[in-house]
């Protein structure tokens, strides 16, 4: 298991751009599959973007590809995304999470969870 802890959310006007960072503890943060997942006010906790434990592979929900982009930092233990484009329906709480293996998206494949940032676009 690793600890998560999420940082960067906030309010932001429709247009502009957000970068989200997910800080990770312990030895083994590059053995594990990284992925931004989100929940918005009445709704399921929905993914994201998802990266590699290399940061050789990434994949992106179709409501955030060619807007938002996921990396990561194995020397520093840290996952990013980078919001761009931001639009009100991207207001949610934005989880970081964590899946031992290279390359996974689904949600039940997480087994380790941050206490989620807020991010608010405003129209």
């Known amino acids: 298991q690793v600890q998560l802890v999420e940082s960067g959310g906030g309010l932001v006007q429709a247009g502009g751009s957000l970068r989200l960072s997910c800080a990770a503890s312990?030895?083994?943060?590059?053995?594990?599959?990284m992925a931004w997942f989100r929940q918005a006010p009445g709704k399921e906790r929905e993914f994201v973007a998802t990266?590699?434990?290399?940061?050789?592979?990434?994949g992106y929900a179709d409501s955030v590809k060619g807007r938002f982009t996921i990396s990561r930092d194995n020397a520093k233990n840290t996952v990013y995304l980078e919001m761009n484009t931001l639009k009100p329906e991207d207001t949610a709480v934005y989880y970081c999470?964590?899946?031992?293996?290279?390359?996974?998206?689904?949600?039940?494949?997480?087994?380790?969870w941050g206490q989620g940032t807020q991010v608010t676009v405003s129209s």
């Open positions: 312990g030895r083994t943060f590059s053995s594990y599959a």
């Open positions: 999470a964590a899946a031992r293996g290279t390359y996974r998206y689904t949600e039940v494949d997480f087994g380790s």
């Open positions: 990266i590699s434990w290399s940061g050789s592979r990434t």
